[in-house]
């Protein structure tokens, strides 16, 4: 939360997608 909203998409978008699911 602390990073900026494009390095979080960034990120997301490496592969997290378990992170994301985990976000929603």
């Known amino acids: ?3 900026p909203k494009r390095t979080k ?3 997301m978008q ?3 997608m ?3 699911a985990t976000r929603g």
């Open 1 to 3: 939360m602390l990073q």
């Open 9 to 11: 998409f960034r990120k």
């Open 14 to 16: 490496k592969g997290r």
């Open 18 to 20: 378990k992170g994301l």
